[in-house]
């Protein structure tokens, strides 16, 4: 069955790096688009970056030049490079799959960023 695990969270100062990582397992990884999405509480979730099969991205406007996500097809994970840190990126950062049409979504990993 199709899995993700993400993990690499955690508290870091504003202006700091982060590289939160998600593990995928059940699926032809490297066939697929991989896309992290970030939630506040109160607030939908929302896309941060994507990457397709042949490793071209996609960001949000907030994270350009900030962020840089990437893909190890031997290893099966997607990376999110995480650089400049703001107060307003803490969240939960979760990754999702879509395979034949059926949303696959990690548990998540809370980032914190905060003096």
């Known amino acids: 069955q199709v899995q993700l695990v993400e993990s690499g969270g955690g508290l870091v100062q504003p202006g700091g790096s982060l590289r939160p990582s998600c593990a995928a397992s059940?699926?032809?990884?490297?066939?697929?688009?991989m896309t992290w999405y970030r939630q506040t509480p109160g607030k939908e979730r929302d896309m941060v970056a994507s990457?397709?099969?042949?490793?071209?991205?996609k960001y949000a406007d907030g994270v350009k030049g900030r962020f840089t996500i990437s893909r190890d097809n031997a290893k099966n994970t997607v990376y999110l490079q995480m650089n400049s840190l703001k107060p307003e990126d803490t969240a939960v950062y979760y990754c999702?799959?879509?395979?034949?049409?059926?949303?696959?979504w990690g548990p998540g990993t809370q980032v914190t960023v905060s003096s």
């Open positions: 999702k799959v879509t395979v034949r049409g059926r949303e696959y």
């Open positions: 059940g699926f032809t990884f490297n066939a697929y688009v």
């Open positions: 990457i397709d099969y042949g490793g071209g991205t």
